[in-house]
Each structure stands twice: as structure tokens, then as C-alpha cells.
């Protein structure tokens, strides 16, 4: 294949002829964080203890507290050296490290962030150490980084891709606060310590074995009011059985992603299997609950395109009559409710598993009317939808970052 004009073929792939490929040795100078005077710390920040210390955590960029006393320079690249090695950060102001987290400190000029971008995108670190995976001051110096001529090059690329990264933060947070706004309105819709208009008899409440209620809502066993139905043992699926195609579909529980089915996902399995039990044969607005392993997993099924059955590992759920309305149960099985309820019957057990004789036994709170089910069940599904198309697109803009990172960090596409 014929190389692009103005390119050139490195270890590292193509880049431009007036980029250069240099080992992480030659461009920094590399130290390691090490211990601590206990007197220059502190877990808040103040007046006195005001300059960061860092560590190997990947949660909140690596802050594990506040120092008097500095150890590093603003302008240098942390890079995570134990557990999840590899991860780069730039720091633009001065602070200390702990824990063998490495530090660059440039020799000469070159951008930070640019650098960031690379270490995280582009290089992979081999695990050299039993163990504990680790990364030391011999191992990084070995590997490759490409730079562009220029720091104008360099810091053109690095805004252009921290203006994305600020982006995706700032869908990342509006995703974070609305699902807190979920389970806020959850709490109080589930309990019926908000009513929506139109329903409700003033404000008195009763407490009952579920906590306070409406006075005129119930409280329910899952055994009273559903059918709870779930494949028999002995019919039990041999992994042979299994098909990678076919008609009719095979729900193991594996595929419930964020209350539904990935249906791409599913396996396959004869007609005699599908037909062996009718009450697993799936239908819409069924209720799917997983029974073993990572049990209480839910799944609801809000539209049926073909034939579907059960494996053992399943419990389907259906109301006996039209005491409620299904959606309204997913969002109680999506509650506190059953969070409490699952962590009360596996407490001190070391094989989970979902009897059916305890599941019965599930209780929670049902307003009094379809009406009222239907227009609590509306809301939070309202919430979901919004919160779904949010994060489809914070998906959107990683994969536009990704295809942008491809191109700016290798010089395909040159800014300058």
C-alpha cells in the first residue's frame, strides 16, 4: 500500500514526517511518590494543608488529601503504578504523591494534557510482576510516545480533545443528577408520600409492616396477586441444547440489560423445549426476575417480536387478575422494597438462590386503583426514557471522541 505524502513508517505506525517517536525516558524525567510526614497531612483542605496529594485510586483523579508541603511541580503527568496501572493524569498545580505512583516531570517543553490523551488512549502496559500488577520507573521509560514538532501543535490537539472531555463530563453529571431525581421521585411516589393530582383522600397515613402508607393504599404478597412460574428442574437445559440460531428465543437471566432484554444476546431452542411449558412461554408486559447467582436481576418485557421461553434460573411474574398494573410492579421490583427484601433473605448465606417458597412471601404497597398504578408507573418510565436517551448520547460523544483521538493523536488529521 502507498504511503501518504508527507508520512512516514515508525514502530509505532504512520505518523508525519515532521513528528517524532521517543521513549517515555527520553522525554521526562521519571520519580516515584513514596511516604508521607503524617504532620503535613490532612483529609481536608484548608489554608494551611492546601496543595493535593495524590495516589494510585482511579476514583476522583487520584485525591487522597491535602499536604503543607509540596514534593512536585505543576506541569508534570501522574501515572498510576499499582493495581490499575497506566492511568495518566496531568497536573497543573503543585502537590504531592503517595504509594509508588509514578510522576513525569518533562526536560523539556511539551504539553501536558497532550500527554494525558496518549498514555490513556494509545499505550498499552504489559504486566511484567506477579501479583499485584505494578509499573516502575524502568518499565514506562521504555515506551513510546509521538510528539508533534511544535507546542502549538501539541496544545491544539490537547483542546480540542480536553473541550470534548469537558463535554462528556458535564452529560456525565446531568446523567448523575437525574438519576438521583429518579430515585428521589421513586421513594416518594413508591411510598405514596407524594400523591399525583387527582388521587388520594387527604393526607392520612397508616404504618404497616411496609413502613408508613396512604390509608387507603394495601399491602400485598407477591403470592396473592401474581403467578410466579419459573422452568422445573428436571426440565432443566443441557448447555447442548443451546442453539446459536433459530425461532424460538432462551431468557437465562445473562441478558437483562437496565430492565430489559438484549434479545442479541439470547441463545435458541427447538420447538419440543419452547413448548414444553406454557406458563414460560413468554408474553408482553411479563415481569422476568432472575432466581440463581446474581439473583433479583429484572427484566420487563414491554414488547414481544417472536417466541420466547425460560431456563431455570428465571422466575416470570404475571398478575392473576387485573389488580395491578405491571409496570407499576417492575418499579416496585426496581425499589428499595426488594432491594431489602433480597438482602433480608440471603443475609449470612453463601449460595444465593430465590426460593420460591420465600418469594411468595414478598410484600410491598399498592395504591388502590389501576388509575393511580398506571400514572406513578408513567412518571418514573417518563424519567427512564429521559435518562436512556442521555446516556445514548454521552455514547454518541465517546465514540466521536474515540474516532477523533484516532486521527489528531496520530497525525492524520493535522490541526495546524
Known sequence: MEMKQGYKQTEVGVIPEDWEVKRIGEIFNISAGGDLDMSTLSTFKDSFFNYPIFSNSLSDKGLYGYTSNPQYESNTVTVTARGTVGYAVFRNHQYSAIGRVLILSPIFKINGKFTEEYINNYIKFANESTGVPQLTV?????????????????????????????????????????????????????????RLPGF????????????????????????????????????????????????????????????????????????????????????????????????GKIAFVNLLNWPATLNSGVFVIRPKN???????????????YFDKFISQITAGSTILHLYQKDFVKFT???????????????????????????ESKLEKYKLLKQGMMQQLLTGAIRLV
Not at 163 to 191: C, F, P, R, Y
Not at 218 to 237: D, F, N, Q, S
Not at 323 to 334: A, D, E, H, V
Request: with cysteine; net charge negative; charged share 25%.
Open 322 to 336: 387485573i389488580s395491578f398494573f405491571p409496570n407499576f410492579l417492575f418499579y416496585i421490583f426496581s425499589s428499595f
Open 200 to 295: 388520594g383522600k387527604g393526607e392520612r397515613t397508616k404504618l404497616t409492616e411496609v413502613g408508613l402508607i396512604p390509608e387507603d393504599w394495601e399491602v400485598k404478597r407477591i403470592g396473592e396477586t401474581a403467578l410466579l412460574k419459573a422452568r422445573i428442574g428436571w426440565h432443566g437445559l443441557t448447555a447442548k441444547e443451546y442453539l446459536n440460531t433459530g425461532i424460538y428465543r432462551l431468557i437465562t437471566g445473562t441478558e437483562f440489560h437496565k430492565g430489559s432484554i438484549d434479545w442479541s444476546r439470547c441463545f435458541f431452542v427447538d420447538q419440543e423445549r419452547y413448548e414444553q411449558d406454557k406458563y414460560i412461554q413468554i408474553k408482553e408486559n411479563d415481569i422476568l426476575i432472575t432466581k440463581d447467582g446474581s439473583i
Open 364 to 390: 410491598f404497597p399498592l395504591p388502590p386503583t389501576l388509575a393511580e398504578q398506571t400514572a406513578i408507573a408513567n412518571v418514573l418510565s417518563d424519567l427512564d426514557s429521559e435518562i436512556d436517551a442521555l
Open 138 to 194: 524502568p518499565q514506562i521509560a521504555k515506551y513510546h510516545l509521538i510528539l508533534p514538532p511544535t507546542l502549538t501543535e501539541q496544545e491544539a490537539i490537547a483542546n480540542v480533545l480536553s473541550d470534548m472531555d469537558a463535554l462528556i463530563l458535564s452529560l456525565e453529571k446531568l446523567i448523575s443528577k437525574k438519576q438521583q431525581i429518579k430515585q428521589g421521585t421513586m421513594q416518594a411516589l413508591l411510598t405514596g408520600r407524594k
